[in-house]
C-alpha cells in the first residue's frame, strides 16, 4: 500500500470508523465521527467564517501570483512612500478639454491648459515635510504660466509675467537662493524674473531645476548629490535644452550633441536603423541631433536624419524600439520614468520601455501631442482635447521606501509565509508522529531513550536557537532557494517535542485496549499494529495540534524574517515586510508599509487558532 493510501486510511478511519457496520450503528442513532465533526464545527459559526477567511486568503496568496507579477530586484525611487491611490491617471475634467502641456516625474503630474492654467493630480502630498503640491500659490494662479515643471518632490513656474516661483520640498536648494550644503543656488539673477519670451524651457529632476534660455544661456541649481554632474553646467553657454535622469542631468547643445559634463554617463545604444551599439560616444560621431528626452536610466535621441538613437542601461523593454513604415520620421520625444513616447510625421504615436502598467499600449493610432508622466502616457487630438490615457492609476495597498508595490509583495510574501510553516508543520509532525508513537508502543528502553531525546530538544531556546541556525547558514554559498528549505527545516525540527509527548500518551492509553490485544493473536507486526491500528486512533489529536503549530510556525517564521535571520530581502514575506517598516519615521508617517502586512498575519494566525480551537471541541469525547 502506498503512503499517500496510507495516511488516507488513517483519516478515514478517524473520521469515519473503521467498517461499514458503522452505518447501520448510524441509522440507529450513534453518532460517528464525521457526524460529530459535522454538527459541532459547523454550529460555530465563528469557526465556519474563520475556515471560509482561511480558505480564501490562501487561495489568493497562492493564485494571484500568477496574475501578479513581482521582479523581488525592482526599486524606483521616485515611486517611493505613495499613499494607497488610484488618482495618478485622474486627469482632471476642465483640463480634458484644452490640454496644452502634461509633466510628471514622480507620484503626481502636472498639466497646463490652453489658458495658461495650471493642474495637479496624483499623490501630491508628502508626509514627511507636509507638503501638499495641489496648493498652488496665489502668484501662479492668479497669472498663470509660461512654464512649468515637475520634479520628484518639487515645482518649477514660469509666470506669464516673469516670476520664477517653486513650491514643495526646498531641503535640497530646489528653489529660492538660501544657501545649502552640497547644493547649488538658483542664482541671484533669476531672482526678479526673466521675460518668458526669452525663456526655451525649463525642467526638473531629482532634487534639481534647469532653465536654459534661447541664447543658450543654462541655469542649473539643486542638489548636486543626488545630481552628480549638475555643476559641471552652472552658467554653461550654447546649450539648446537639458534634461534629467534619476541621477545625471543630459544637454543638447546648439551644435546637435550630446552633453553629460565630465561625467561618461552612457555606454551602449540602440539605434532603430543599425541595431546594438557598444560604444554610444563613437557611434554618434558625426550625427547631430535635433531633439532629446529622458527617463530615469536612458536618453532617447532623435538625429537630423530621423534617426531614433537610445542609450543608457536597458532594461524591461526600452531596447525594444518601435518600427516605423517607410520615410516615416519622428518629430517630437517624451520621457517617463521608464518608456518613452513619440509622434510621428504621419501623426502616429508610438510609445516603448516600460509596460507593467500598460503605459505602451495605446489604443488609438494617430494623435497630434503626446507626453509622458512618470508611468503614464497621454495623447491629445489636434482640439487639444485629451485623447487618450494609458498606464499607473494607483497602488492598491501604496509602496514602500524602495518604490515597490506593498500590495504585490504582500501576495508574494504570503505565499511564501505560509508555505514556510506549511512544511514546516509537516517536519515537525512527522517527526513527533514517529518518535511519539515508537516511544508510547513499545515502552521500555526505548521510551526512555526517546524520550531522553525529546528532553533536549525541548530544552533548547526555539527563538535563539533558531536565529544561531540561520545565522550560520548564511555564511555557506548556498542558493537562496535551498537555503528558504533550510530554514523551513530548521522550524520543523525545533518544534516538534510537545506534540510527540501527546502522541506517546495518547498511544500508551491505546496500546491497552482489547483491538490491539486481538491484532497481536492474529499474528500481525508489532509495527504494523503501532502504524495502522493504534495510531489512526489518536490522529484527531494529531491533527488539532498541527492546526495550531501552522499559526504558531508561521509567527516564527515572521519572528526570524523581522528579526533579518528568516528570508531576507528582497524577496517578501509578511515578517520581513513589518521588519522594513520597523522605524518610527516609517511607523508615524506611512501607516500603510505595516498595517497591510501585519492584518494579513493577524488574520491568518487568528483564524488557524480559531480553526483548532473548533476541531478541539469536535474530537472532545467528554464534552456534554
Known sequence: MSALKRVWRWIKRALFGGGKELLS???????????????????KKGAVAALVILAALTLFTFIAPAFVRLDVNYTDPLQQNLAPSYSLRAVPRKLKKGVAFIDGF??????????????????????LTKTNLKKIPEVV????????AAGKDHILALTKTGKIVGWGDNSRGQYGTQAVLNALPMPTELVGGVNPDEVASLSCGYQASALILKSGKCYVWGNINAVKN???????????????TGSAAVALTKEGEISTGKEDIFHAAISAKNGRQNDFNAYMVGRKVREIATDNKCIALLCDDGELVVAGAFENG????????????????DGGTRHFVGITDEGRVYAWGHNAYGQCTLKKGKCTSAFAGAMQTYTVDNAGKLQESVGLKGYLFGTDGRGRDVFARIIHGGKMTLTIGGVAVIVSSVIAILVGCVAGYFGGAVDTLLMRVTEIFSSMPFLPF????????????IGETARIFIIMLILGALSWTGLARMIRGQVLSEREKEFVLAARAMGISE??????????????????????????????????????FGVQPPRPTWGNMLSGSNNSMVIQNYWWQWLFPALFLSLAVICINVIGDA??????????
Not at 25 to 43: C, I, S, Y
Not at 143 to 148: C, L, M, N, R
Request: charged share 30%; aromatic share 10%; with cysteine.
Open 25 to 43: 450503528l448510524d441509522k440507529e442513532g450513534l453518532e460517528t465521527p464525521a457526524k460529530r465533526l459535522r454538527a459541532v464545527f459547523f454550529a
Open 615 to 624: 476541531l478541539r471541541d469536535c474530537f472532545d469525547t467528554k464534552r456534554e
Open 466 to 477: 533558531a536565529m544561531l541556525l540561520s545565522q550560520i547558514i548564511k555564511n555557506y554559498n
Open 527 to 564: 509495527g504494523k499494529i503501532a502504524f495502522r491500528h493504534v495510531l489512526p486512533n489518536v490522529l484527531s489529536v494529531i491533527l488539532v495540534s498541527m492546526t495550531l503549530d501552522f499559526a504558531s510556525c508561521l509567527l516564527t517564521e515572521s519572528s526570524l524574517s523581522y528579526l533579518g
Open 318 to 333: 526600452e531596447d525594444i524600439l518601435p518600427r516605423l513604415k517607410d520615410e516615416e520620421r519622428f518629430v517630437s520625444l
Open 141 to 148: 494662479q492668479k497669472e498663470g504660466v509660461a512654464f512649468v
Open 106 to 127: 514622480s507620484g503626481f503630474t502636472i498639466g497646463v491648459d490652453t489658458n495658461g492654467k495650471l493642474y495637479i493630480w496624483g499623490e501630491s502630498k508628502d508626509r
Open 230 to 244: 549638475l555643476a559641471d553646467f552652472q552658467n554653461a553657454e550654447r546649450i539648446e535644452k537639458l534634461l534629467f
